[in-house]
């Protein structure tokens, strides 16, 4: 992915991401909403591929955001904790993880030393779907980019019994019994949940909330 600069670059970035899964998810909207043999495939598919360009809007408008606030050059210290995270996560990770005093005080004296240095963030493995975008998954992508998920909960059980059980479903080969009405309505909510998300990124990064308070 190439680098977000401006904030007009990651508004592009964000739109065009948007618009071509938009495109191709209206593919099999319009092929499931017609009568005929082909119908039930289409459907099929469509679960399919609409459970694919909602984990990989998430993933990469997450990333998106997160290389624009990696543009903003700033110290690790001016951000958020969970920007931080990001830059320091192994030594954080030894905290976690060890029982041992001395590795422990060792990647503490190592996080207090850079929080004077510009924050270089590691996006490549900031943000991890576990190829299970579940509602559980998709909160904690967002709270880790500090984006309030309650507008989002009442679509939860959608996303869980709607999308993803049936995409598994479809994965593994097993019926799935869902009309075309029920399928456009389906792509209608998600993408909705995706634009709102999306919302969501381009306010936060407008209003600096990135930034620690002062």
């Given at each position: ?10 508004q ?9 899964r938009i495109?191709?998810i209206?593919?099999f909207?319009?092929g499931?909403g017609?009568?005929?043999p ?5 459907i099929?598919?469509?679960?399919a591929l609409?459970?694919?360009h909602w ?6 408008s997450?990333?998106?955001y997160?290389?624009?606030v990696?543009?903003r050059?700033?110290?690790?210290r001016?951000l958020k904790?969970?920007?931080v995270?990001?830059?320091?996560k ?7 993880e060890?029982r ?10 190592f996080?207090?030393?850079?929080l004077?240095?510009?924050?270089t ?7 991890n ?7 559980k998954?998709?909160n904690?992508?967002?709270g880790s980019l500090?984006i309030?998920?309650?507008?989002y ?6 996303i ?7 995409r598994?479903k ?7 019994d869902?009309q ?5 309505s389906?792509v ?16 936060a990064a407008?209003?600096e909330?990135?930034?620690?308070a002062a």
């Amino acid at each position: 992915m190439s680098k977000v600069r401006t904030l007009s670059e990651m508004q592009a970035a964000l739109d065009q991401e948007m618009a071509w899964r938009i495109k191709e998810i209206g593919v099999f909207k319009v092929g499931a909403g017609k009568n005929g043999p082909q119908r039930k495939p289409y459907i099929r598919a469509g679960i399919a591929l609409l459970y694919a360009h909602w984990e990989g809007f998430i993933k990469t408008s997450s990333e998106i955001y997160l290389s624009y606030v990696e543009s903003r050059a700033l110290r690790y210290r001016d951000l958020k904790s969970c920007f931080v995270v990001f830059g320091l996560k192994g030594k954080i990770n030894t905290l976690v993880e060890s029982r041992k005093s001395l590795p422990n005080i060792e990647a503490m004296e190592f996080i207090f030393s850079k929080l004077d240095e510009t924050a270089t963030l590691q996006i490549g493995s900031a943000v991890n779907t576990e190829s299970n975008l579940t509602s559980k998954v998709f909160n904690n992508i967002a709270g880790s980019l500090d984006i309030d998920t309650s507008p989002y909960e009442t679509k939860f059980h959608l996303i869980d019994s709607s999308l993803v059980d049936r995409r598994n479903k479809v994965a593994h080969g097993e019926f799935l019994d869902i009309q075309g009405r029920e399928f456009s309505s389906l792509v209608d909510d998600i993408l909705s949940i995706m634009r709102l998300y999306k919302t969501d990124i381009e306010n936060a990064a407008s209003l600096e909330s990135y930034k620690r308070a002062a």
